[in-house]
């Protein structure tokens, strides 16, 4: 069973960094591609970020492109999304997500809030 865990999530002042967790349990995450999504109040969830499978490929909203970083730790089973320079903007429950076996595995998510 699929199993995906986010922490790190907080309160930061604008500019701040925060960095966010997404430890997996039932599923390699070398294996899959993983993703950040994020869903702020009254909006639609967005894509954030996305690492793809075996290799160290990334992928990165506009929005957040080169502020934000995805990685990997194989050894600890997670994916990592470094997030500097926060803005009001990016005030958002956060969220990682793969694709396995033809099912989309969501965790609960993280609250972000940047506020001064």
């Known amino acids: 069973q699929v199993q995906l865990v986010e922490s790190g999530g907080g309160l930061v002042q604008p500019g701040g960094s925060l960095r966010l967790s997404c430890a997996a349990s039932?599923?390699?995450?070398?294996?899959?591609?993983t993703n950040w999504f994020r869903q702020a109040p009254g909006k639609e969830r967005e894509f954030v970020a996305r690492i793809l499978n075996g290799g160290s490929g990334t992928d990165y909203a506009d929005s957040v492109k080169g502020r934000f970083i995805i990685s990997r730790d194989y050894a600890k089973n997670t994916v990592y999304l470094q997030m500097n320079s926060l803005k009001p903007e990016d005030t958002a429950i956060y969220y990682c997500?793969?694709?396995?076996?033809?099912?989309?595995?969501w965790g609960r998510g993280t609250q972000v809030t940047v506020a001064s």
């Open positions: 039932g599923i390699m995450v070398g294996t899959v591609h």
């Open positions: 997500n793969v694709f396995f076996r033809g099912n989309m595995h």
